[in-house]
């Protein structure tokens, strides 16, 4: 085996792994850890009887251990190379990379066999996302191997973790630039223009993982008043009005985001009479409009639980906020509803809007059922990855 520490598993607890599920757990380890190991450090998993797993990053949490690979295999940046090298040809592959399209995410963590790693393209700059101590010692490495891939255009890598580790590994993680500088915040999806704040902005400064979804909901959107709910930089607002709405009003309780949606709107729109925003609590925003104001809305709501622990709560949530929309829609309205909370699945997603149907009594029907775009993928070994959810409501 490769010669770095090695932790061996109770016996029976390789099982998951020899699936290749891309985790291990504490529980599952034997016996006491092999001295000197450190949170990040790179290690070889062996089952009870000795016999080689995989090897990952080893971090302190329930996760002990993420698997990088299940070969015998040195990890730096020749390993990195490989496995970005193998995203880019998916992502050419899926037709993303192209003159009127240079947003799209490169790496999707255990999607692209990366696990605890992000990274989003927005033309000449790649920004870095971290999810373990492992992945944040590897900055470097994995950010030469980025702008080492041949035709990406990359000259930029931006690092921004400060949010996303652990934070008991008391990291000191820094946002900043590793390699190049600042050059512009101006990316191009499906021909339209956003600014993007991967400086200050959530996640890496754009929501990549709704671009099918906004394509869908322009095709609905000729002749209708468009409501967009939680509105963050407007994209599903701008996509509406390249479809032609009627009207389109963008809420969020963010004056920041507000700020962003206006700006967006009007790099692709300039001067447009149909567009207006509001800073205000959305809860409260739909507890106040009027009936049938609207025959499209959108509510893409930030992840209501983060934690398993907070599940009730955001069902109930999601079951609220889709009733008071259900009920206020114009007969004939599309509703546009999702969950990107990774601890609510699918089922239970789909049993809140229900019971927010039922709450209401209108009839409704089924159009489409949406999840997260290509590349975002999920390893089919680790079903976890799957984490947005969507439905397409008529409501009569």
Not at 296 to 305: E, G, R, S, T
Request: glycine share 10%; hydrophobic share 40%; net charge neutral.
């Amino acid at each position: 085996m490769t010669g770095y520490k090695t932790l061996r598993l109770k016996r029976g607890k390789e099982e998951s792994l020899d699936r290749f599920h891309p985790w291990v757990f504490s529980g599952a380890l034997a016996g006491p850890l092999p001295d000197g190991l450190e949170e990040g450090d790179v290690v070889n998993v062996a089952a009870h009887d000795g016999r080689h797993i995989g090897v990952g990053h080893f971090q302190i949490g329930s996760i002990a251990v993420r698997i990088l690979d299940f070969a015998d295999t040195s990890i730096g940046t020749g390993f990195f190379t490989m496995r970005l090298e193998q995203a880019l040809r998916l992502r050419r592959a899926l037709g993303l990379a192209r003159p009127d399209n240079d947003a799209y995410r490169l790496v999707h963590g255990e999607g692209d066999f990366l696990p605890g790693l992000v990274i989003d393209i927005y033309g000449p700059t790649a920004v870095l996302q971290a999810h373990s101590p492992g992945m944040h010692f590897a900055r470097r490495q994995v950010a030469e191997a980025i702008a080492g891939l041949e035709g990406l255009g990359v000259r930029n890598v931006y690092y921004k973790s400060e949010t996303t580790l652990p934070y008991k590994a008391h990291l000191d993680a820094q946002n900043g630039y590793i390699l190049g500088e600042f050059e512009t915040s101006i990316a191009t999806e499906n021909s339209l223009r956003f600014n993007i704040d991967w400086l200050r902005g959530q996640k890496t400064g754009f929501f990549l993982d709704q671009r099918d979804n906004r394509q869908l909901l322009q095709h609905y959107s000729r002749g209708r008043r468009v409501l967009n709910m939680f509105c963050y930089t407007g994209g599903f607002s701008v996509y509406a009005l390249r479809g032609d709405a009627v009207s389109v009003d963008s809420v969020d309780s963010s004056e920041k985001a507000i700020t962003l949606t206006d700006a967006n709107v009007e790099l692709n729109f300039p001067g447009t009479d149909r567009h207006r925003s509001y800073a205000v609590d959305a809860f409260k925003f739909l507890d106040t409009m009027e009936r049938d104001a609207y025959d499209l809305i959108v509510l893409d709501p930030p992840a209501f639980a983060k934690h398993r622990s907070a599940l009730r709560n955001a069902l109930r949530g999601y079951q609220r906020i889709n009733a008071k929309a259900m009920e206020k829609i114009a007969p004939g309205g599309i509703l546009f509803t999702f969950s990107c909370s990774q601890a609510v699945t699918r089922e239970q997603f789909r049993l809140a809007v229900f019971s927010a149907a039922a709450q209401t009594g209108r009839r409704i029907r089924i159009l489409h059922q949406l999840t997260q775009p290509a590349d975002h993928p999920v390893n089919i070994y680790h079903p976890e990855g799957e984490y947005l959810k969507g439905l397409v409501l008529y409501i009569e």
